[in-house]
């Protein structure tokens, strides 16, 4: 798992600063390669001799360095991932806000491979709500958390905040390279945001997606390594190695669809499509002195319906469901009807969950009835279960992708 891996320890100024050393033999000891970089307050707690002996290469503190002008890029971009252990709440607040004051905050910024950060820190500190925002900021954005341990602290404090041990750190950084790459060259497709149907020039149809969901999937696949096309409707950052196919109505998201399904081994449904739209939209803007408009509306197309006839062998469908009362009655109805794999059900009527919110909760059903319930989390961890859940099947699926044919 970790032989050859290149890993970048960086190390700031806690007093569990001595622990690295011994997450750094660890990972050496293992045969991955340990490229150390220290900030300043680390230095106040272990010599820098010591930690180049045990890794693989000397320490790197600067970003001055004559005879390698940019280190932070060449670290970043060459490593496989990023371990910061100790990190203190300096540390999580620079990268947080994306502050670039030294060169583990630059690496932090220059890379693309993952990371994982081990916060360590008196209780009252991991406890205040700017570090919590901080960590929950982190997590949102795809970064891996392993949380401090209850135990004794500096100065005799017992409590939460004691760097987790190298034993944990060691078996999170193994856990994060064994899934990380568990999309490659895998075709992802995703839908995002709420569909706008015409009324008139100016008004549309809308309803409250923001695509926040479709967007978490979209960036959890890329960082695993997929190839991901997001049709989407929000006007949000598109993330990283995600390319974006920008749609407004049903009938274009189900054009976008068509077309792509035949190239895609994974389609993700997170849109919420407008179910109505009217029948005759107005060329221009409907007066108001002409009184109240007649709108008369028909259904639109049911874009995951069709996708489930089309299936392809080996391919993976993926439905949402967005409910305000039997949840699972109607997320397993759907699942039959639309010929899914896989459906991510969401009560839209409870705090937190659904329409907009960071956060999200949802119960995963598959044909078999399996049913695994994801309590209230962020929307990128949200996304991990749902792609959990399709490596999963994937790898359980006797037909190979390479080799499709149609199914129904
Ligand atoms: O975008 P966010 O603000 O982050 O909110 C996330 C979300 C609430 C939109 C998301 O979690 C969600 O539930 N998406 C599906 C919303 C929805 O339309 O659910 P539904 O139960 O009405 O539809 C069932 C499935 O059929 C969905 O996958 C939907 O995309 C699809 N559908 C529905 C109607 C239609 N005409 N064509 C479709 O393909």
């Not at 696949?221 to 749609?247: C, D």
């Not at 997320?331 to 039959?336: N, T």
Request: with cysteine; proline share 6%; charged share 20%.
């Amino acid at each position: 798992m970790l032989a050859g891996k290149r890993i970048v320890l960086g190390v700031t100024g806690g007093i569990a600063a001595y622990k690295a050393v011994e997450v750094s033999r660890r990972l050496v000891d293992a045969g991955a390669h340990v490229s150390p970089v220290m900030t300043a307050g680390a230095e106040h707690f272990i010599g820098r001799t010591t930690l180049s002996a045990l890794a693989s290469e000397p320490v790197q503190t600067s970003l001055w360095d004559e005879a390698n002008p940019i280190p932070h890029t060449v670290l970043g971009q060459s490593a496989d991932l990023i371990v910061v252990a100790p990190a203190t709440a300096r540390l999580l607040a620079a990268y947080a806000a994306g502050l670039s004051t030294d060169l583990l905050t630059n690496v932090l910024l220059a890379t693309r491979a993952p990371v994982v950060v081990c916060p360590a820190m008196h209780t009252e500190m991991w406890e205040h709500p700017a570090v919590q925002a901080n960590v929950a900021t982190l997590r949102s954005r795809g970064v891996h958390i392993v949380e401090p341990e209850e135990g004794r602290l500096a100065g005799g404090d017992v409590g939460a905040g004691r760097l987790a041990s190298p034993e944990r750190i060691v078996a999170a950084i193994e856990a994060v390279l064994s899934t990380t790459r568990d999309l490659a060259n895998v075709h992802v497709v995703v839908s995002a945001g709420g569909t706008r149907e015409p009324i008139d020039a100016v008004r549309v149809i809308a309803n409250r997606s923001s695509g926040k969901q479709g967007y978490a999937i979209a960036a959890e696949a890329a960082a695993r390594g997929a190839k991901v096309t997001l049709v989407s409707t929000a006007e949000l950052p598109v993330p990283a190695g995600v390319a974006l196919r920008a749609v407004e109505t049903a009938a274009q998201m189900q054009a976008a669809l068509t077309e792509l399904a035949p190239g895609a081994d994974v389609i993700i449904m997170a849109a919420a499509v407008a179910d109505f739209r009217p029948v005759a939209p107005a060329a221009g803007k409907i007066k108001k002195d002409q009184g109240v408009p007649q709108i008369v509306l028909e259904p639109t197309p049911d874009i995951l319906a069709a996708l489930g006839k089309a299936k392809l062998a080996g391919q993976v469908l993926v439905g949402f469901a967005a409910e305000t009362s039997d949840l699972l009655a109607n997320a397993e109805s759907k699942l039959r009807r639309k010929h899914l794999d896989l459906i991510v059900a969401n009560d839209v009527s409870a705090p937190g969950v659904g329409f907009q919110h960071d956060t999200n909760a949802v119960t995963l059903v598959q044909p078999g009835g399996v049913v695994h319930v994801v309590a209230l989390a962020d929307k990128r961890s949200i996304a991990k279960a749902v792609l959990d859940t399709v490596v999963q099947i994937r790898g359980a699926s006797p037909t190979p992708n390479s080799k499709r044919s149609l199914t129904k």
